[in-house]
């Protein structure tokens, strides 16, 4: 029977790594920080027009 060491496996590209450690490498920290910047970019720009749609639909409704 094969005994597997204790390990956890990167977050992004997915190869074991040390318990203790989350990523395999430095291009992969950077790669899974850009890609949160990217994702946390994304949200607020569509939050942003979510806003002004609602901004819009109240000032433009008819008054009376």
């Known amino acids: 029977m ?3 060491l204790p390990h956890k496996h990167c977050v ?3 190869k074991a790594v040390e ?3 989350s ?3 430095d291009k992969c920290e950077d790669q899974l920080k850009k890609d949160q910047r990217r994702q946390r970019m994304f949200f607020l720009m ?3 027009i979510l806003i002004i749609m609602i901004l819009f639909s109240l000032l433009s409704a008819p008054k009376g």
Do not use: M, T
């Open 2 to 4: 094969v005994k597997v």
């Open 12 to 14: 992004v590209c997915g």
């Open 19 to 21: 318990p203790d450690k």
């Open 23 to 25: 990523y395999c490498s």
């Open 46 to 48: 569509l939050f942003g």
